[in-house]
């Protein structure tokens, strides 16, 4: 018997000890939800008034100067103008920007050009400081020889994406 409660008291003592051998902690969890980033566009591609001549280049850069290659002409009428966007989202984030990468068609019905080489004056160093910021971007106008007279516009629209880096 004395056995048996001397056994009973080292068991006892044993899972006394263990209990007191664990601690416990908390934490609390958070989370601050950002401004998502956005995208507007505020002025839309516009090459003006050309003269197609025996065809050529139109480029007009993202601070809206056109120059040609080729026999093309620049004619006075019409608005220039690079597209322009403007950026917003949390303040002292950067972004990445992303610009169509393929050729694209302008038509007037029955005749096209071809549009490409998009390019911009944004920098992979831009932070929204203020929360938002203005990029623009220009292209290359391909102009066929003896281009038919009219408007020529592009069907689909262009698409330019930004994302947070």
Do not use: H, W
Request: net charge negative; hydrophobic share 35%.
């Amino acid at each position: 018997m004395k056995i048996l409660y001397k056994l009973t008291f080292i068991i006892a003592i044993s899972f006394t000890s263990m209990a007191f051998a664990q601690a416990t902690a908390t934490f609390n969890a958070s989370v601050t939800i950002i401004q998502p980033i956005g995208i507007t566009t505020t002025s839309d591609l516009k090459f003006a008034n050309v003269d197609a001549k025996n065809g050529g280049d139109v480029t007009l850069s993202p601070n809206s100067i056109r120059s040609t290659s080729g026999e093309v002409e620049l004619s006075d009428g019409g608005i220039v103008s690079a597209a322009s966007f403007e950026i917003t989202g949390e303040s002292g984030y950067t972004y990445a920007l992303t610009l169509p990468s393929d050729n694209y068609i302008l038509s007037n019905g029955s005749e096209t050009m071809e549009i490409n080489n998009f390019t911009t004056d944004y920098n992979s160093d831009n932070v929204l400081a203020s929360g938002s910021q203005t990029i623009n971007v220009g292209a290359t106008l391909k102009v066929n020889p003896n281009q038919t007279p009219g408007t020529y516009v592009n069907q689909g629209g262009f698409n330019v994406t930004v994302n947070y880096n």
